[in-house]
């Protein structure tokens, strides 16, 4: 493990070039450019918007519903475009890894950056919805990097688990859409916590992702610390996914350039 | 202190029915967990070894050809090195950075400029970004595309394409540098580029482990050679003396296999050069008028109408000439048994370098070889005067 770490630190400009190169190559010839960026948070903020708050009327907590949801959506876009992209990050850079030796985890890692750069840019418009709605800064606002970081280490878990599987199965990459789009559903984005019942709240609560979410919620627009447990919770379940997912990684890593 | 040890090296690998999807692989899993076998002994019914029990060492600073069929494994050796795959059994230990040729231009992304390639292609073969910043000018230089540098590499031509992925790969100076078959690649320029990199390295101390085909190059570049035969060393010593072991074990192969055949073997027995006194040797002067004697073997094709023909070659791959009786008018009429076909150059006048001899048997259309062998011998010219290329016209300089 302490080598593994050693060799990700002697290789960390890879992993910067590697991203750029990620970003670089998925807005080139783009008329939109990094515009693409915020026009698909922007665009599902508008449906559902229009979908569930004004057709099926849901609920938001007395927040405005179009930045409680985009509050939601935004880091919910960084996770789901994390694990579709990532996912397939070794197999779709065969040529490098029946090539070239590199650490291995440096490709679904550079995924991951060029995903959070999207995320960061996607955020200036919810910084401009915060001025709109006039949400004022509060304290806790500083556990957002926190949150951030909790969120960065369960998607890293759940991406080299899967990128690593997929060298074996693709089924892997088929099977992530759709397990996304259900997971979407199981955590608190279109709709507030306050609406799953008392009772399954306990199992609710074991997906990380729904644990990270309403703490963005309660720090950011409901002017309340984060629900220590559940936090605590999320950051647990994150870490021993991340401890897991780089074990297999590093263990499966090695016949990677045999299998692929 | 040793470069590079393998001790006892083995590397297994499985052929087809790969396990790609899991409707295959639980049914599979759930065989094998009443039929547990040993990972690492004996052989199942879809697998061979691609190596088997390989030693050697090389020292720091000397240069170690691999030669061998296709298939013999020479590349799973590179890739052992280069870490991408990992042995079966035995130890691998290397010292020093490692660095692996393996392609040209390995991680290009064609959307990419060229400019951002170098950073990327750089960086995946282990540089860190302050070195390429270093040495970006002097790779732009070396590839000569300074123009070109911020287009995009799916507009380069192919040959651009090579020469910006060699000129990031011979500014990375390693300790140990593996090489796999690149230098075939490119035109005539670049290779002779690419091999004047590979002895300036040899000169500053660098490992060299090299695989090609180019039995000739792999005889002056390196001084140790292993050749390899269906995944075993079969010599390893002198490259001069594996080439040798390796040539004659194609011949041998290509013997027996003509055996089974209805005819038995045409071939050449060996090639020999001599002066004009009929001494032989395979050094001359400017002007001198050199012998080369065929001594070959006929079979049962007695019917055939040979055709010999002889080219000369200089070593950076410049045809010198190319001749055959046929097109100078000689008709062979059968031969029987043995027999020795001379082609006597007269004044020689070519430039001072080694050159090497092709010479072959052919069919009488000239459309199939019998028996083909390149660089079968060699002559060195000594001339006193310099020029470039490889011929040596008669010529003075005069002004008016």
């Known amino acids: 493990m302490l080598t593994a770490i050693k060799d990700l630190i002697q290789y960390r400009d890879l992993l910067f070039i590697l991203a750029a190169r990620d970003i670089k190559v998925r807005y080139k010839q783009t008329f ?10 922007l665009s599902l903020v508008i449906i559902f918007t229009i979908v569930f708050s004004k057709l099926a009327r849901v609920p938001s907590e007395g927040i405005p519903y179009p930045i409680f949801s985009y509050c939601a959506i935004l880091p919910w876009i960084f996770f789901s475009s994390s694990v579709n ?37 996607a955020s200036i418009i919810f910084i401009g919805m915060m001025i709109f709605y006039k949400i004022s800064l509060t304290i806790y606002m500083f556990w957002v990097p926190l949150i951030i970081l909790i969120q960065i280490i369960f ?13 074996f199965f693709r089924d892997v990459k088929h099977v992530m859409p759709i397990l996304v789009q259900l997971w979407m559903y199981l955590t608190p984005i279109i709709y507030p916590l306050s609406l799953v019942p008392e009772k399954y709240k306990v199992f609710y609560m074991l997906n990380p992702m729904a644990g990270i979410i309403e703490s963005y919620r309660n720090v950011i627009l409901k002017d309340l610390p984060p629900d220590y447990f559940y936090l605590s919770l999320a950051f647990i379940v994150s870490l021993v996914l991340f401890i897991l997912g780089y074990t297999y990684f590093k263990k499966s890593e090695k016949v990677f350039a045999d299998i692929i | 202190m040793n470069a590079i040890e393998f001790e006892n090296v083995s590397k297994k690998y499985k052929i087809g029915l790969k396990k790609d999807s899991l409707r295959d692989a639980i049914p599979a899993a759930l065989k094998g967990l009443f039929n547990r076998r040993r ?39 590179l890739k052992l090195l280069a870490k991408i795959t990992k042995q079966t059994k035995g130890n691998i230990n290397i010292n020093g950075k490692l660095s692996a040729l393996i392609e040209v231009g390995t991680g290009f992304h064609p959307d990419l400029t060229g400019r951002e390639n170098i950073y990327l292609n750089g960086a995946i073969m282990g540089l860190k970004k302050k070195e390429i910043d ?24 192919s040959g651009m394409y090579v020469r910006l992925g060699f000129s990031v790969a011979a500014h990375i100076k390693p300790d140990i540098l593996l090489v ?16 004047r990199m590979i002895e300036d390295l040899v000169k500053n101390n660098t490992t060299i482990i090299f695989i090609s085909h180019n039995l000739d190059m792999v005889r002056k570049v390196c001084s140790k050679g292993i050749f390899l035969n269906k995944g075993e060393i079969s010599f390893y010593g002198k490259s001069g003396e594996a080439v040798e072991n390796y040539k004659k074990s194609v011949y041998e ?40 004697r065929i001594y070959f073997k006929t079979g ?55 050159y090497l001899l092709n010479v072959g048997i052919w069919n009488e259309l000239v459309t199939y070889p019998y028996d083909l062998r390149n660089g079968i011998a060699e002559i060195t010219i000594k001339n006193s005067r310099k020029g470039v290329g490889v011929v040596d016209l008669d010529s003075e300089w005069h002004i008016y």
């Open chain 1, 32 to 41: 939109m450019g990094i515009a693409w960026a915020l026009l698909q948070p």
């Open chain 1, 85 to 121: 992209t990532g996912v397939s990050s070794i197999v779709s850079n065969m040529n490098l890894v029946t090539k070239i030796y590199f650490p291995r985890e440096v490709l679904p890692f550079a995924t991951m950056i060029a995903c959070l750069f999207d995320f960061l840019i």
């Open chain 1, 155 to 167: 998607t890293l878990g759940f991406v080299l688990l899967s990128s690593a599987g997929n060298v």
């Open chain 2, 39 to 77: 990972e690492e002994e004996g052989l199942q019914m879809n697998e061979f070894w691609a190596l088997k029990d390989i030693n050697f060492t090389i020292a720091k600073g000397e240069a170690l050809g691999i030669i061998g069929s296709n298939g013999a494994g020479k590349s799973t050796i």
């Open chain 2, 134 to 157: 270093k040495k970006f000018d002097s790779i732009v230089e070396f590839s000569e595309l300074e123009k070109f540098i911020d287009t995009q590499v799916k507009r380069y031509s």
């Open chain 2, 180 to 195: 796999d078959e690149v230098l075939s690649v490119g035109d005539m320029n670049f290779q002779r580029k690419c091999l």
């Open chain 2, 253 to 292: 192969l290509n013997n027996t296999h003509d055996q089974t055949g209805e005819t038995k073997q045409t071939y050449i027995k060996e090639v020999k050069v001599f002066d004009a006194n009929g001494k032989e040797i395979n050094v001359f002067s400017k002007g001198e008028n050199i012998k080369i």
């Open chain 2, 300 to 354: 049962n094709d007695i019917n055939e109408k040979f055709v010999f023909g002889v080219s000369l070659w200089a070593f950076d791959g410049t045809k010198c000439f190319g001749y055959n009786t046929k097109n100078d008018g000689l008709i062979i009429e059968q031969i029987k048994n043995e027999g020795i076909v001379e082609l006597e150059l007269k004044n020689v006048n070519l430039l001072s370098d080694t």
